[in-house]
C-alpha cells in the first residue's frame, strides 16, 4: 500500500479544508495517508489580531519524516503569487535529504487556493514545481482529461 503525505501550510482553514479532501481522495484509491502541517513562522500575538486558524488537528511534520513516504503532496495557499513563506521555510530545511536523494523518484504535486480567480494559483503551483525537481521527486498533476 502505498504511503502519501499531505503536507500543508493553512493561515485561515481553506488549504486545511482542502488537505482532508485531498487525502480523503488518496485513501479512496487504497493509499495510507497522513495529513500534517508545517509550523507557523508569523508571531502568535500578529496571527491572532489577523484572525488565523490556530486550532488544526494535523501534526506538524517534521523533516526528517518525508523520506517514510511514496509520494508527497503540498498545499499552501497563494502569497502574492507564490507559496507561502511557511512551506517554504520547511522545506528550505531539507538540504539533507536533497544532498543524499533521499526523495528522489518518489511522487510530488501540489495544491493551492487564492482570494480572486486570476491571483495567482498556476503561478504558485508551477513556481513550487522546480522545488520538486531538486528533490528528484517525479512531479504529478490532473490531467487535463479531469471532469472535476
Ligand atoms: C499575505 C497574503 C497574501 C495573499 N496573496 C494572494 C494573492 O496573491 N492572490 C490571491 O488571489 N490571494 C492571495 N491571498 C489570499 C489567500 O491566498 C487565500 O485566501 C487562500 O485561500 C488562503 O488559504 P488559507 O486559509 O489556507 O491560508 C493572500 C493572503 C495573504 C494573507
Given at each position: 500500500m502505498a504511503r502519501v503525505l499531505v503536507l500543508y501550510y493553512s493561515s485561515y482553514g481553506h488549504i486545511e479544508t482542502m488537505a482532508h479532501a485531498v487525502a480523503e481522495g488518496a485513501r479512496a484509491a487504497d493509499a495510507e495517508v497522513d495529513v500534517k502541517r508545517v509550523p507557523e513562522l508569523v508571531p502568535e500575538q500578529v496571527a491572532r489580531a489577523s484572525g488565523y486558524k490556530l486550532d488544526q488537528a494535523a501534526p506538524i511534520a517534521t523533516v526528517d519524516e518525508l523520506p517514510g513516504y511514496d509520494a508527497i503532496i503540498f498545499g499552501s495557499g497563494?502569497?502574492?503569487g507564490s507559496v507561502t513563506s511557511q512551506l517554504r521555510n520547511f522545506i528550505d530545511q531539507a538540504?539533507?535529504?536533497w544532498a543524499r536523494g533521499a526523495l528522489n523518484g518518489k511522487v510530488g504535486a501540489?495544491?493551492?487556493s487564492s482570494a480572486t480567480q486570476h491571483g495567482g494559483q498556476e503561478s504558485t503551483i508551477l513556481g513550487y514545481l522546480p522545488t520538486l525537481m531538486h528533490l528528484g521527486?517525479?512531479?504529478v498533476g490532473l490531467p487535463y482529461?479531469?471532469?472535476g
Open positions: 497563494t502569497r502574492f538540504g539533507g535529504l501540489v495544491f493551492t521527486m517525479i512531479a482529461a479531469f471532469q
